[in-house]
């Protein structure tokens, strides 16, 4: 609404394009993304979805700026778990255990506490300290009945950080939970359960397997 009409439609259709493009194809995304912040850098949806797309192409030093901006722009946290998440990508997962424990985590609403806490866990993993992403996952959300994404998130880290020290009987029950929570099939927690199953699923059309395969 800050923007002439013609140039906020120029805007938006760029920031359209980066939205659709950002699973499929980061690059185009991210090239989309930067046409719309050469026009509009003073608008924080603008750097904020420049720092979706830079993530997207790991270019986490310009993601972290953008994120930083956006933030400064909008006084809002939302972006604090990908920031952090920022940091453990340019290789400083202690910066990012740090700001898990930053007032700004508790202004977070519950999908963004639970992003902060799927974070440290993976710094603590960064770190050598297997056992103590283990603890860290460890929350009453685990047993949340609620069908939001981050619940299956959450049991897919827990899951996969058992399996990573050797609990593989708890890993596997906790894939299956993640299984029950996974409605918008946000994880491959199926195929995690298959592999531990010793399930191997293979394409009946594939010509390239023989008749008798």
């Known amino acids: 609404m800050s923007l002439p009409k013609t140039l906020a439609t120029d805007v938006a259709r760029n920031l359209v394009m980066c939205a659709q493009l950002l699973d499929e ?3 185009r995304a991210y090239a989309y993304s930067r046409v719309a912040l050469r026009l509009a850098s003073r608008v924080a949806a603008v750097r904020e979805a420049a720092g979706f797309a830079s993530y997207a192409v790991e270019k986490y030093a310009e993601a972290l ?5 956006a933030r400064r722009m909008s006084g809002a946290d939302h972006l604090w778990p990908v920031m952090a998440d920022c940091e453990r990508g340019l290789g400083r997962p202690e910066r990012a255990l740090a700001m898990a424990g930053e007032p700004e985590v508790r202004r977070l609403d519950k999908a963004g506490q639970v992003e902060m806490r799927l974070v440290a866990a993976g710094a603590r993993r960064d770190m050598g300290e297997a056992e103590a992403a283990v603890v860290t996952l460890q929350s009453p959300e685990l047993n949340s009945s609620s069908n939001q994404p981050w619940v299956a998130r959450l049991r897919y880290a827990y899951a996969d950080a058992l399996l990573a020290v050797g609990r ?3 890993a596997r029950d906790w894939f299956a ?8 099939g946000v994880t491959n927690a199926s195929d995690r359960l298959a592999e531990l199953d010793g399930v191997e699923f293979v394409d009946a059309l ?7 395969d």
């Open 25 to 27: 194809d980061p690059e």
């Open 65 to 69: 700026a953008e994120f930083r901006a």
């Open 206 to 212: 594939d010509p390239e397997l023989d008749e008798e």
């Open 168 to 170: 593989e009987a708890e």
């Open 177 to 184: 939970k993640t299984l029950d929570a996974d409605s918008g």
